[in-house]
């Protein structure tokens, strides 16, 4: 019985180590990294969302090695990959890159991304679906 408990605290503690990094990037190869990605967007509040997609991809835009890029993304938080985004932002903007200077913050960069994400969705097209009466042609 002594070992059946002990064996069922060790399994225990096990898989919680597991969960710790369910809110980091795993940054092994730029498959594992976009999965981990696309995983926490799904899980961010609504507000910081649009804001961790565009740090990432500004983070990737900006260092063009991938092994480079991958370790530097390994193991951040959203929040520390925002702030990463944030300073890249700034750098940029700075250095006067076309794409940044028509932004006076990052926020207002972001509430425009969040604009024109709103836009797409209000002008997309529902899916058609069809009867299963409904005769279906193809030209081949």
């Known amino acids: 019985m002594r ?4 064996a069922f605290i060790f399994a ?10 369910g809110n980091q990037i795993n940054g ?14 799904d ?10 997609e565009v740090s990432y ?7 063009k090695n991938k092994k480079d ?4 993304v390994d193991g951040k938080t959203p929040e520390e990959l925002i702030e990463l ?11 006067g ?8 913050s990052w926020d207002q960069m972001i509430a425009h991304f969040t604009q024109e994400r709103i836009n797409q969705n209000r002008h997309s097209k529902p899916a058609k679906t069809h009867s299963q009466n409904e005769n279906i042609l193809y030209k081949l």
Request: with cysteine.
């Open 69 to 72: 890029f991958l370790n530097k």
């Open 57 to 63: 991809w500004t983070l990737r835009d900006s260092i």
């Open 85 to 95: 985004g944030k300073e890249i932002f700034q750098q940029r903007k700075n250095a």
């Open 28 to 41: 092994r190869s730029l498959k594992t990294a976009n999965r981990s990605v696309s995983r926490i967007k």
């Open 3 to 6: 070992i059946l408990s002990t």
């Open 12 to 21: 225990i503690c096990i898989s919680l180590m597991g969960c710790t990094k």
């Open 97 to 104: 890159f076309k794409s940044y200077v028509q932004y006076s």
């Open 43 to 52: 899980h961010l509040p609504t507000e910081l969302r649009i804001e961790f």
